[in-house]
C-alpha cells in the first residue's frame, strides 16, 4: 500500500499570510495527487487534482505542485473562510490512501 | 444542482449488518466509478470502497475486505454500501463519493455526500 505523509500536521497563520503544506508519497505516484479542504462537520471539498489542476470553482489563491512523490499545496494569500484540515489522497492505485491532514487555524 | 444524499446509518451491535444508501442527483450517474469513505469521530479520512461505473471492478483495503461490499443500481441511481460482521472500529461518518467518469483514467472525489453517521456499540 501506498503511504501518504503531510507536514505540518498543524500550522497557525494570519489572515494574508502565504501558506505551504507538503505531502509524501511512500512510492511514485506521477501527479495522480488530490488535495481536499474540509471544514467541521462538513463533507471534504476537493481543491486540486492531478497535483496541479484547480476544480471548477476553487478561488485561484489555492495552487499545487509537484509529481513523483513530493507534493506541495500553496494558499497564497489565507482568508478567514481557508480555515480548515486539509488532505492530501492518491488515486494512482488501490486501495487509494489519504494523508493524515493539516489543520490550519488562526494565530 | 448535482447531488448525493446518504441514508441507512445508526447504531447497531458489533456482529450485526447494515446498509447504507446514498442517492445521486442531477448527474449520470451511470458514467461515474462511486467510492466510500468514512471518517472515525475525530480521525482523519479512510478509503473504504470503490465500483467501476458498470460494476465490472470492486475494491476494498484490507480493513474492510470480506466484510464489506460495494454495489449499486444504475436503474434507479443510487449507491450501497453492505457492511457484515461490524467491529467498533467501524465506527465513522460515512461518506458517498462521486469517482472518475467513464471517460477519464483520473479518479478524485468530486462531489461528496453529507454523510451518515454508524455506531458500533453494545
Known amino acids: 500500500d501506498i503511504q501518504m505523509t503531510q507536514s505540518p500536521s498543524s500550522l497557525s497563520a494570519s489572515v494574508g499570510d502565504r501558506v505551504t503544506i507538503t505531502c509524501r508519497a511512500s512510492q511514485s505516484i506521477s501527479d495522480y495527487l488530490n488535495w481536499y479542504q474540509q471544514k467541521p462537520g462538513k463533507a471534504p471539498k476537493l481543491l486540486i487534482y492531478a497535483a496541479s489542476s484547480l476544480q471548477s470553482g476553487v478561488p485561484s489563491r489555492f495552487s499545487g505542485s509537484g509529481s513523483g512523490t513530493d507534493f506541495t499545496l500553496t494558499i497564497s494569500s489565507l482568508q478567514p473562510e481557508d480555515f480548515a484540515t486539509y488532505y492530501c489522497q492518491q488515486s494512482y492505485s488501490t486501495p487509494f490512501t489519504f494523508g493524515p491532514g493539516t489543520k490550519v487555524d488562526i494565530k | ?122
Open chain 2, 1 to 122: 444542482q448535482v447531488q448525493l444524499v446518504e441514508s441507512g446509518g445508526g447504531v447497531v451491535q458489533p456482529g450485526r449488518s447494515l446498509r447504507l444508501s446514498c442517492a445521486a442527483s442531477r448527474f449520470t450517474f451511470s458514467s461515474y466509478a462511486m467510492h466510500w469513505v468514512r471518517q472515525a469521530p475525530g480521525k482523519g479520512l479512510e478509503w473504504v470502497a470503490i465500483i467501476s461505473y458498470d460494476r465490472s471492478n470492486e475494491y476494498y483495503p484490507d480493513s474492510v475486505k470480506g466484510r464489506f461490499t460495494i454495489s449499486r443500481d444504475n436503474s434507479r441511481n443510487t449507491l450501497y454500501l453492505q457492511m457484515n460482521s461490524l467491529r467498533a472500529e467501524d465506527t465513522a461518518v460515512y461518506y458517498c463519493a462521486r469517482g472518475g467518469s467513464r471517460y477519464s483514467s483520473r479518479d478524485a472525489f468530486d462531489i461528496w455526500g453529507q454523510g451518515t453517521m454508524v455506531t458500533v456499540s453494545s
